[in-house]
C-alpha cells in the first residue's frame, strides 16, 4: 500500500511541475501583428503587379488563391494561439509566396522586353 501512495505522489509531483521549455509558446500580439501586415502587403504587391501588367491575370490569381490560403492558415492558427512551429510554418509560407511573386515578375511571359 505504501509503495501505491509513493508512486502516486511521485506521479502527480511529475506531471504538476513542467519545465518552462515544454510548456506551451504563445506569441507576443506584436508579432501576430507583424505576420497579418505581412500578409497584408503581399497581397497589396500582388494587386498592384496585376494592374501594372508585370504579371499576368493567370499568375495573379494564382498568387492571390496563396495569399487568401495563408490567411485562412493564419485564423485557424490562431485560435489556440501560436506556436512557435506554426510561426515558423507561417514565415516560410510567407516568403514562398513571396519568392513566387518575385520569380513571376521577372519570368518575361506574355511582356516585351
Not at 14 to 22: N, Y
Not at 29 to 48: C, E, F, K, V, W
Not at 61 to 82: F, K
Amino acid at each position: 500500500m505504501r509503495t501505491l501512495i509513493l508512486t502516486l505522489a511521485a506521479a502527480s509531483a511529475a506531471t504538476g511541475s513542467v519545465p518552462a521549455s515544454a510548456q506551451t509558446w504563445r506569441l507576443q500580439p506584436q508579432a501576430q501583428t507583424q505576420i497579418r501586415t505581412d500578409i497584408n502587403q503581399l497581397q497589396s504587391q500582388i494587386q498592384r503587379a496585376a494592374q501594372r501588367r508585370t504579371i499576368s491575370q493567370r499568375e495573379a490569381v494564382a498568387l492571390r488563391r496563396q495569399s487568401v490560403d495563408l490567411r485562412r492558415l493564419l485564423n485557424q492558427y490562431n485560435r489556440n494561439g501560436l506556436s512557435r512551429q506554426e510561426v515558423t510554418n507561417l514565415e516560410l509560407r510567407i516568403n514562398r509566396v513571396r519568392q513566387n511573386l518575385r520569380l513571376e515578375r521577372r519570368d518575361w511571359n506574355g511582356r516585351r522586353r
